[in-house]
């Protein structure tokens, strides 16, 4: 499968941004999906994960109850919604794609988008 992200920005520290991952070439409900973050000189880092229906999601503790994880199914499309960002948030952040139950490990992940760059001014 295919992936491409896309909606990333500049923001203030306090505003919103959504990002958008487009999917194609394979069924893209037979996936689970997560989104990563990559700080400069960090490592990649789990952000949230959906389950194939998108009945399940999963956060890490630094973006809970700010970030939200969906998917449109009929659409191949993921999302992130991203509130109340905060000059940490700043980071590439990557779309991916596995088979399978949804996971907060990178390794687990076989597919990976190309990245879109989130910038957080305080």
């Known amino acids: 499968v295919q992936l491409q992200a896309s909606g990333g920005g500049l923001v203030q520290a306090g505003g919103y941004l959504r990002l958008s991952c487009a999917a194609s070439?394979?069924?893209?409900?037979?996936?689970?999906m997560g989104w990563f973050r990559q700080a400069p000189g960090k490592e990649r880092d789990f952000v949230a994960t959906?389950?194939?229906?998108?009945?399940?999601?999963y956060y890490a503790d630094s973006v809970k109850g700010r970030f939200t994880i969906s998917r449109d199914n009929a659409k191949n499309a993921l999302y992130l919604q991203m509130n109340s960002l905060k000059f940490e948030d700043t980071a590439v952040y990557y779309c991916a794609a596995r088979r399978g139950i949804s996971s907060a490990t990178l390794q687990e992940y076989d597919y990976w988008g190309q990245g879109t760059q989130v910038t957080v001014s305080s």
């Open positions: 959906i389950s194939q229906g998108g009945g399940t999601t």
């Open positions: 070439g394979r069924t893209f409900s037979d996936y689970a």
